[in-house]
């Protein structure tokens, strides 16, 4: 079974700086995708970025870039110019497509992100 | 506009009295799921569907019921509902591969 790790149950930091967000996971298989998901007190779940484990540039979508590193398994985020409406829960989820087609989404425990005035 | 929608979006039950939270999508994806949301445990599969009629037990289905009867539509039945299944439930959306799209969310609480 897969499973994901986020150490990190909160953090903070001052609006304009950069975050970086921890995520490290286990499988035994090769071909998988990665993701960060943003959830702010909306409660709503919003896709923020998605890696290829196949693809070894790193995906980056405006101010918010990963750190893949597969050998290592780990897969952090990096918000660069944090700003205000950055502040939510992080959650970095791992997706192996079994032989069954189940789109199974595997979260991490989450990081709560405060960003300060 | 692409999106999932969930109803209702708060409910609160007594314990036993069944319930079904609805769930559709406009995107004609085959696969959706459900994910039930705790406080330290992240979010966690209920069941999915590969298609209409195709369902199975993701990794906590124990006191749910799901249907695909027709490919938007993927409602949640929990037929005898206990304190334990209250909870943050979502409804999700996927082609395959590209990311889930979600649901607004449920907050179901059993009294």
């Known amino acids: 079974a897969q499973t994901v790790t986020q150490s990190q149950p909160e953090m903070s930091v001052q609006e304009a700086e950069t975050v970086t967000l921890s995520c490290t996971y286990d499988?035994?298989?090769?071909?998988?995708?990665l993701f960060w998901y943003k959830q702010p007190p909306s409660r709503q779940m919003i896709l923020v970025i998605r890696?290829?484990?196949?693809?070894?540039q790193n995906a980056t979508e405006n101010r918010f870039s990963v750190n893949f590193q597969k050998a290592a398994k780990s897969f952090s985020l990096k918000i660069s110019d944090s700003q205000l409406g950055d502040t939510a829960m992080y959650f970095c989820a791992f997706n192996l497509i079994s032989n069954f087609g189940n789109e199974k989404l595997t979260f991490g425990t989450g990081t709560r992100l405060t960003i300060i005035p | 506009e692409a999106q999932v929608t969930q109803n209702p979006r708060y409910l609160i039950t007594v314990t036993g009295k069944k319930l079904t939270v609805t769930c559709s999508q406009n995107m004609n994806h085959e696969y959706m799921s459900w994910y039930r949301q705790d406080p330290g445990l992240g979010l966690r599969q209920i069941y999915y569907s590969m298609n209409v009629e195709v369902t199975d037990k993701g990794d906590v289905p124990e006191g749910y019921k799901v249907s695909r009867k027709e490919k938007r539509n993927f409602p949640l039945i929990l037929e005898s509902p206990s304190p334990n299944q209250t909870s943050l439930y979502f409804c999700a959306s996927s082609l395959g591969g590209g990311g889930a799209f979600f649901g607004q969310g449920t907050r179901l609480t059993v009294v």
């Open positions: 499988t035994s298989e090769s071909n998988y995708y």
């Open positions: 890696q290829e484990a196949y693809k070894q």
